[in-house]
């Protein structure tokens, strides 16, 4: 599935002029709504005689593929160079979740609805199909998928029983059951009822370290980078405390829920911890960008700054608005990146250029650096500053 794609390979690829054909096709029979933007893009490739070889080439590629692969279901990504010798394709399908053990018949599993949202919460037009020529793959659509559905663990647990689930960006649930059997606190007073407490404290101890155990294996075997907790308060609090570090650094949500209530109760509560914690986290990079770069710190600002900051490798982590388009020119000669629409490279002095969406040209740049890019709703003062900013390392 696309979380697995490496980004990283695919920033390093090249190739000379516009000779990448990039596809996101969003269902079967998708490149048949493209025909007119591949007839439009055949009509403007006509002036440069390679790069018009390049496309018609690159399409054959794709139709031939099609024709051997059909898509049946699903989405499916692209990537055709025949210049290069390169070519290939990513299904890009969100499997329907698996249904978790015991749970109930009816309602949506706990991925449907987390992978529904996330589905509604992309940005406009994420979602349809695309047909880009440029100089690279084009994987600004890949990145943002990977960032909203970025894999994250969900602990549901109360006193007689905890479900562990690995929530990834192909909605299937994984889930490990951990049975407590904690028994209830007694009233009596006397000998007998302390006793009674310092076991029932002692089994829920290795309760929770079991529990917590098993999320340090999973993050052994699985890349995740937030853990929720929901269930009964008491458990919860013993399973943090008992949490290892490198677990507990990616604890972002808890929450007292009463898991009587059935499983669409319990997935409703855990989604709007999620998404909550989302907002959060995004509205909390935002104000760390605004701290550092008020003070002349450790941040830039603007698509200047942040594409200077990138070529470097100073970026740690950008903030980029979901659906921002920012103007750039690459040139042919030198192969610079320009900000807006320059009438001549700054680099070279060359009239030789054409236009990027610069904002897949950044990503591919942090791709590179191992930096991370996280796309966000609209932020007011994001916006007016350009869309776009970033955290430093140096």
Not at 146 to 160: G, K, P, R
Not at 274 to 298: C, D, M, N, T, V
């Amino acid at each position: 599935m696309f979380h697995k794609i490496n980004l990283k390979e695919w920033a390093g690829v090249t190739a000379p002029d516009r000779a990448f054909l990039s596809l996101y096709l969003s269902r079967p029979k998708a490149l048949e709504t493209l025909e007119k933007r591949i007839k439009n893009a055949r009509a403007m490739l006509k002036e440069n005689k390679d790069e018009a070889e390049y496309f018609e080439e690159n399409i054959k590629l794709v139709q031939d593929y099609l024709k051997k692969n059909p898509l049946e279901s699903g989405g499916l990504c692209i990537f055709a160079c025949w210049a290069l010798d390169f070519f290939k394709a990513y299904p890009l399908e969100l499997e329907r979740a698996a249904r978790g053990q015991g749970g109930d018949s009816a309602g949506p599993t706990l991925t449907d609805v987390i992978s529904s949202a996330r589905a509604q919460s992309l940005r406009p037009g994420a979602g349809a199909d695309l047909l880009v020529v440029d100089s690279s793959p084009y994987i600004r659509p890949l990145a943002e998928l990977q960032d909203e559905y970025e894999n994250f663990a969900v602990v549901i647990a109360d006193n007689t029983c905890a479900r562990i689930f690995m929530v990834t960006s192909s909605t299937r649930e994984e889930e490990e059951r951990i049975h407590g059997n904690i028994k209830n606190h007694v009233r009596k007073g006397g000998w007998s009822q302390q006793r009674y407490e310092r076991r029932r404290d002692k089994q829920l101890h290795h309760y929770a370290k079991d529990i917590a155990e098993k999320l340090g294996q999973l993050e052994q075997e699985e890349d995740f980078r937030r853990v929720l907790l929901v269930g009964s308060k008491e458990t919860l609090g013993e399973i943090r405390k008992s949490l290892p570090k490198s677990v507990a650094r990616k604890l972002v949500g808890e929450k007292a829920v009463d898991l009587h209530k059935g499983t669409q109760y319990v997935n409703k509560e855990i989604f709007d911890l999620f998404f909550a914690e989302e907002r959060q986290s995004e509205k909390e990079l935002w104000e760390q960008i605004k701290g550092e770069y008020l003070r002349k710190g450790l941040a830039v600002v603007g698509a200047d700054d942040v594409l200077e900051a990138a070529k470097i490798g100073r970026v740690r982590k950008a903030v980029v608005t979901r659906n921002a388009r920012i103007e750039g020119l690459r040139c042919r000669n030198c192969e610079n990146l320009a900000v807006g629409k320059p009438e001549k490279c700054p680099n070279c002095d060359s009239d030789s250029l054409f236009e990027v969406d610069l904002v897949e040209e950044i990503v591919e740049i942090l791709a590179l650096t191992r930096a991370e890019a996280d796309f966000v709703a609209p932020i007011v003062g994001l916006s007016e500053i350009g869309d776009i900013a970033a955290l430093l390392r140096y």
